[in-house]
């Protein structure tokens, strides 16, 4: 049973770092401890933590508990982990048959880096043609696009705090807006910055914690809905430093 208890809390812990809602997780935990025999199953989880219980057919209970230090947004890896817990559920998986599985799921790749600032290059470009900026200031917006992209990754290496990496990527955009307007390359830096924003914004975290409410997971839902509020205060102070500093030049 510990053996069992540790290999679902693996999937689960790879389930929310994927960007899965807690009821989601909750839910596969305990069906996939149900199917291999428990008589009961109790679990807690929120953002950073996960804390479950197990009963065996003894009534011996078995305690594990994951903290969760990291979260994202990788859909085709959640997907197969959806389908590897439903498989749980519905054969008869042994440990080491989980576990190979579980593996070859992670040996994912994900997309290139290179996919994901030509990504972020073309949301940025595409947004400030949307909000009414030109076809100059939309290449602009590519450039800076990129750039930030290329500013997250270093973050990441760098073990930087997330929402100071959105403050450090709105600051720079801005700054890279306004160097552009200088050298008279754009006649202003609004729709550019627009653009740029845009990508920064947690959209998908402050629907996770609108989901999270909605289906009971209070203090989750709070925790993402603070988690959002501190993202984009700090993309609002990342412009309002800019603007205290070089807006006036």
Known sequence: MKELLSCVLDIGE??????????????????????????RVDVFIITSTMITTVY???????????RITGTGTDIERLHKLNALSRRICSEQMTI?????????????????????????ALIAGAFTLFFGGTLIEALVSL??????KL??????FALMNAVFAKFLCTFLASVLAFGAMKAGIIGNIDKVMIGNIMSLIPG???TA?????????????????????????????????????LGGL
């Open 143 to 148: 450039v800076v696009g990129t750039l930030i």
């Open 96 to 120: 080491s048959e989980i576990r190979g599985e579980f593996e070859e799921i992670l040996k994912t790749k994900c997309y290139p880096f290179w996919l994901e600032c030509v990504s972020c």
């Open 209 to 245: 914690a609108m989901r999270d409410l909605f289906t009971g997971d209070s203090i989750a839902g709070l925790l993402h809905t603070f988690d959002a509020v501190m993202t984009a205060l700090a993309i609002a102070a990342g412009y309002f430093l800019f603007t205290c500093t």
């Open 14 to 39: 790879q389930m929310l770092l994927c960007g899965a809602e807690v009821h989601r997780v909750e839910d596969s935990v305990k069906r996939m401890c149900y199917a291999f025999g428990a008589t």
């Open 204 to 206: 998908i975290g402050l």
């Open 151 to 156: 500013v997250l990754r270093f973050t990441e």
């Open 56 to 66: 065996n057919q003894e009534h011996m209970p078995f305690t594990q508990t994951r």
